[in-house]
Each structure stands twice: as structure tokens, then as C-alpha cells.
């Protein structure tokens, strides 16, 4: 039974840190794009950071520089540590999982997503 799940969401104030964590199980998650969304209330889920199948690392302009993405394969667990956080920022985090190539996966190739974690930052 594939699943993921978020933690590690809370409120933090401007100018704090947070680390949202992602448990990955039924699936070898190394083998897949890994995608750290977010969604805010009225707005398009924004991919924010990746990490593909041979370890390169991207992140989107909103937290390049402030987002650091990183994995504990004994884990099966995936960490996105946000630093500087910005009432932007506020969003439901999401994981998620795609047997394709992160560079050329779109939204519907991403078959597995946890249920997020709500990040909010004032």
C-alpha cells in the first residue's frame, strides 16, 4: 500500500524556520521525482522543490536560496527545511511521488501525494 505522509507543519513567525517531513512507504521513493508542493487558499499548487531519481536538487524562484531539500533514505523520509519564512509562504505542503523524470513530469504524472501539512507563517 503505497503512502505518504507530511508532518511538521505549524505557525511560525515571520523570519522563523520550519522543517516539513514526508514518510514515504509501499514504494521505493529513490526510484521516483519527489515534489514538495504548496498550495494557498485561492491560488495554483506551486511546485516548490525536487529531488529526481539521480539526486539533483531544484527549487522554484519563491524559495531558492531559503528552501533546502533532503532525504533519509533509512528513513524513507523526505525534508524540505524553509528558512526566512514570509507570510507568502503560508500554504498546505504537499509530497508527492512520479515515476517519471522530475525535468519532464507534469501534475498528472504525479500518481502518489500525501494528505499536507499546513504551514503558516504571520
Known amino acids: 500500500h503505497v503512502q505518504l505522509v507530511e508532518s511538521g507543519g505549524g505557525s511560525v513567525e515571520a523570519g522563523g524556520s520550519l522543517t516539513v517531513s514526508c514518510t514515504a512507504s509501499?514504494?521505493?521513493?529513490?526510484?521516483?521525482?519527489m515534489v514538495w508542493f504548496r498550495q494557498a487558499p485561492g491560488k495554483e499548487r506551486e511546485g516548490v522543490a525536487t529531488?529526481?531519481?539521480?539526486?539533483?536538487?531544484t527549487y522554484a524562484d519563491s524559495v531558492k536560496g531559503r528552501g533546502t531539500n533532503s532525504q533519509d533514505n533509512a528513513r524513507n523520509t523526505l525534508y524540505l527545511q524553509m528558512n526566512s519564512l514570509k507570510p507568502e509562504d503560508t500554504a498546505m505542503y504537499y509530497c508527492?511521488?512520479?515515476?517519471?523524470?522530475?525535468?519532464?513530469?507534469?501534475?498528472?504524472?504525479?500518481?502518489?501525494w500525501g494528505q499536507g501539512t499546513q504551514v503558516t507563517v504571520s
Open positions: 508527492a511521488a512520479s515515476k517519471r523524470f522530475c525535468i519532464v513530469a507534469k501534475l498528472p504524472d504525479f500518481a502518489y
Open positions: 529531488i529526481d531519481v539521480n539526486g539533483s536538487k
Open positions: 509501499g514504494f521505493t521513493y529513490s526510484t521516483h521525482c
